[in-house]
Each structure stands twice: as structure tokens, then as C-alpha cells.
């Protein structure tokens, strides 16, 4: 039998978890210093709260759910973004009783049966982000900066920032007018999704990816030009908060959102280089959300990054980006006694903090320091019987081949020493 894995997902194998550890660890410093702490939350939940939050008419809940009925006839799914299931938990938990705003973030599996390519998977990663209970457009401009400063942590750069304000469900009544009457015109020349967007959700459209939908939007009505007064100034104090703090951004007044729950700001971040899935995040406010999950009224906003398209994105720009950690030492021995105090050392060395390596196979001592090189260990500690009659062992620089016998009750401060001089 040859089963393999699922088509869209991805095995992280041990040498790809590093880097992976590299912008987990990156995340939780930088929430830790705007303040957001972390939620888990289930990564299914019920069909309805995805159909509720995210909106029926989208790509997603249309096509890309993984829904199902489990064994009591519940309709479930699994969770194809992160909020919907933040903001539950925020209702459901009454955390608007504590101090608002409430600041979230989540890192996790996300699902969308989607047609898997570079960048695009049906399993994948995100690291989000929710601040709920204020509409002060300054949080907008926090979730703005967050993934940014990430993106600067991990020592990317070349991404663009777009932003776009696409008003609030007052001003989209006069815009959906206008939009509808100037894509009637063309409306059999869209393709077959677009023409059902344009009868369902028509704000949609600008979001289609195919070359002649976006031809045909060309000259569309901008959204920015039917801001109500409310929406139109807190997208002007977004943009001056932008300004103030010197954020590089470009507006696109056509940039709209996959979700339906998004107000107001909208924004997407992109590394050209990345070709057709460039978008390595992206978010807004969702003012309307809490209310739809059965909430009191409370505005909030958030974004999500993909963290398979950051990696990506890392991976292309020249340079080694983390440091892969390696053994301290390799524990040689040649059985007998000198395993029994082989398995000794390396337990002590361990209980000390160090990373050791030993031999499990009874290989003989060249198969040993061969092993020790391709684990990358700094050096290697051999125990023979005759030096251990004199109570030392010798310690090997992998890097120079130079030997120096060190005494027993040394071992531990001598390699301690040698990692803080030539770096973990
Ligand atoms: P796209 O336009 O590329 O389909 P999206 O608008 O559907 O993206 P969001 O729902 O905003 O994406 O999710 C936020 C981020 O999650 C995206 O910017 C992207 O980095 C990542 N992402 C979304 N879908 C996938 C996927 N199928 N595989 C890998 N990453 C994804
Ligand atoms: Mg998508």
C-alpha cells in the first residue's frame, strides 16, 4: 500500500521546522509587545458560523469549505480563516466584560479546498490578529503596522502595502446602484463566477483574479468616491495616522476583500516576486461581525498572514535568514565500559543545557565522527579505555581536527566555554 498525503497539504520535515520555529518565535514577541495575547480555538466549528460570519454569497463558503456531517447529523467545518471562530469565542466567553479593547492572536491550520499551487494549499497556516471594541482608526493602522514590523522582523522586505476603505453598509447601498449599472452593460462578458457574483454580491467582482473580469472592471465607480461622512473620516484619519508614522502604502480603491464581514479599512499586503499568490496578508475592520455571531454591537478589526507565502517570500531573498541551531558535542566510544561512561557524560552534558549526541549503533570510531559531522556537531567528545584509566577524554574541534585531552570533571564547563566562544 502507498498512501500518500492528501493532495494540498504539506509534510514540514525536521530540517524546514526551524524555520518555521524562527517566525513562531518572531510572532510571539511582537504580540507581546503590542499586547495581544493568544486564543486557541477549535479548528472545526459549526457550518453556520462560517456561513453566518464569513457571508454565503463568497468563494469560500460557496467552494472552499471542507464541511461535514458527523456521526449525530451536526454539519460542521473546518475552520477556513481564524476569525470567525475568535469573535464565537469572544461572545460565547463574554470577554466583552473585560477591558476593551480585547487583543487576540491565533496561529494555526486553516482549511480551503482550493486548486493547490505554489503558495496555495488546502491546509495552511495563519497568524492572526483581533482587536474587538474600539473604532478608533488608529487600532486600523496598529493591524497595519503589526504585520509589517513582522515581516522587518524575519528580514523581509520588498513587500508592498495597499489600502483601501470600502465603507459601511450605508454607503454600499448607493455604490452597489452605481456598480450594478455600469457591469450590466457587460454583464455576459464576465466569466461564469462573476456573472453570479454580479446577481449576488457584485463587490465581489473587483476581487476576480481573471484577466478579463479585471479588463471589464477598468472604468468601475470607486467605492472611495460613496463614503458616508462617518466612513470617509475615519479613512482620512487612517491615512494621516499612515503618514505621521511614515508607513509606505499605496491606495487602491479597488482593493476589496474575500469576506463579506469587512468595513471600512481593507488592506493587503504583497511581495511582487511571488508571482499569482503574492498576497502575504491581509486584513481590515469588521465592525458589523460581533452583532452577526450574536454579540452586542462592537466594532473591531484584524488580519491574518500566511505563513507558508512569509516563508516563500524568505526563501527567495538571498541570504540565510536564521540560524540553524547545531549539536554541541558527539559522545564517542567504542562499547563496553567506555559506553557505560559514554551514556553517563551524555546524560550530565544533557542535565547542563547542552546538545549532545551519542552512538546507538556500535559503529566503529570513524563511522562515529563521520555521524558527528553530518549532525553538524561542534565537537566531539572520544572516551577510550586508556584515557579513561587517566580520567580524561579527548575532545575533537570538528571545524580543524585539533585534539586536547580534557579531565573528566571538565567536560561540561570546557564544551560550555567552547559554545559561547564559537556561538550556539
Ligand atoms: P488569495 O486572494 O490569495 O486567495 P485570500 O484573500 O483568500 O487570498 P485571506 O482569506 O485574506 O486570503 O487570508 C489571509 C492570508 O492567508 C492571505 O494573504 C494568504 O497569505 C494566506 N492564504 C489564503 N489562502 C491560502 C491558501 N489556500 N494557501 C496558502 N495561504 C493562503
Ligand atoms: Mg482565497
Known amino acids: 500500500m502507498n498512501i500518500q498525503r492528501p493532495r494540498g497539504t504539506n509534510d514540514i520535515l525536521p530540517e524546514e521546522t526551524g524555520k518555521w520555529q524562527f517566525v513562531e518565535a518572531k510572532i510571539r514577541e511582537l ?5 495581544y495575547q493568544e486564543i486557541r480555538t477549535p479548528v472545526f466549528e459549526h457550518t453556520e458560523l462560517f ?8 468563494d469560500i463558503v460557496e467552494k472552499e469549505m471542507y464541511a461535514f456531517t458527523d456521526r ?3 454539519s460542521l467545518a473546518l475552520r477556513p480563516e481564524g ?5 464565537r469565542a469572544f461572545v460565547e466567553h463574554r470577554l466583552d466584560a473585560r477591558s476593551l479593547p480585547v487583543k487576540l492572536y491565533y496561529l494555526g491550520p486553516m482549511f480551503r479546498y482550493e486548486k493547490p499551487q505554489a503558495g496555495r494549499y488546502r491546509q495552511f497556516a495563519q497568524f492572526g490578529v483581533e482587536a474587538i471594541g474600539s473604532i478608533d482608526p488608529f487600532l486600523d493602522v496598529e493591524m497595519i503596522m503589526l504585520p509589517i514590523e513582522l515581516y522587518r522582523a524575519c528580514g523581509l522586505d520588498g513587500f508592498q502595502v495597499q489600502v483601501n476603505s470600502i465603507g459601511c453598509p450605508k454607503c454600499r447601498v448607493q455604490y452597489r446602484e452605481a456598480l450594478l449599472k455600469h457591469l450590466g452593460a457587460n ?7 462573476c456573472r453570479r457574483r454580479i446577481e449576488r454580491n457584485p463587490l465581489r467582482v473587483l476581487d476576480c483574479k481573471e484577466e478579463k473580469c479585471r479588463a471589464l472592471v477598468g472604468q468601475v465607480p470607486l467605492i472611495t468616491d460613496y463614503l458616508c461622512l462617518e466612513c470617509a473620516d475615519h479613512f482620512q484619519q487612517v491615512k494621516e495616522y499612515l503618514d505621521q508614522l511614515g ?3 499605496v491606495l487602491n480603491p479597488q482593493l476589496v476583500r474575500g469576506l463579506d464581514y469587512y468595513t471600512k479599512t481593507v488592506f493587503e499586503i504583497t511581495v511582487p516576486t511571488l508571482g499569482a499568490q503574492n498576497a502575504i496578508g491581509a486584513g481590515g475592520r469588521y465592525d458589523g461581525l460581533v452583532e452577526e455571531v450574536g454579540g452586542k454591537p462592537l466594532p473591531a478589526v484584524g488580519y491574518a498572514v500566511g505563513l507558508e507565502r512569509l516563508l516563500l517570500a524568505l ?14 558535542a558527539y559522545v564517542a566510544h567504542f562499547g563496553g565500559v567506555t559506553k557505560a561512561k559514554a551514556v553517563e557524560i551524555v546524560t550530565d552534558l544533557r542535565r547542563r543545557g547542552l546538545w549532545v549526541e551519542m552512538d546507538y549503533l556500535g559503529r566503529s570510531l570513524k563511522a562515529q565522527m563521520k555521524s558527528a559531522d553530518k549532525l553538524g556537531c561542534r565537537s566531539a567528545v572520544i572516551i577510550g579505555e586508556s584515557e579513561l584509566e587517566r580520567q580524561i577524554v579527548k575532545v575533537r574541534h570538528m571545524a ?11 567536560i561540561a564547563a570546557y564544551l560550555t566555554a567552547d559554545r559561547e566562544e564559537h556561538g550556539a
Do not use: H, M, W
Open 72 to 74: 449525530s447529523g451536526r
Open 31 to 35: 504580540c507581546r509587545r503590542y499586547g
Open 51 to 58: 456561513v453566518r460570519g464569513i457571508g454565503e454569497a463568497t
Open 400 to 410: 580543524t581536527g585539533d585534539e586536547q585531552d580534557v579531565k573528566l570533571d571538565q
Open 247 to 249: 508607513i509606505d502604502y
Open 83 to 87: 476569525t470567525a471562530g475568535v469573535v
Open 187 to 193: 454583464v455576459d462578458q464576465f466569466c461564469p463566477n
Open 315 to 328: 526563501d527567495q531573498q538571498a541570504g540565510r535568514y536564521y540560524e540553524e541551531p547545531r549539536p554541541d
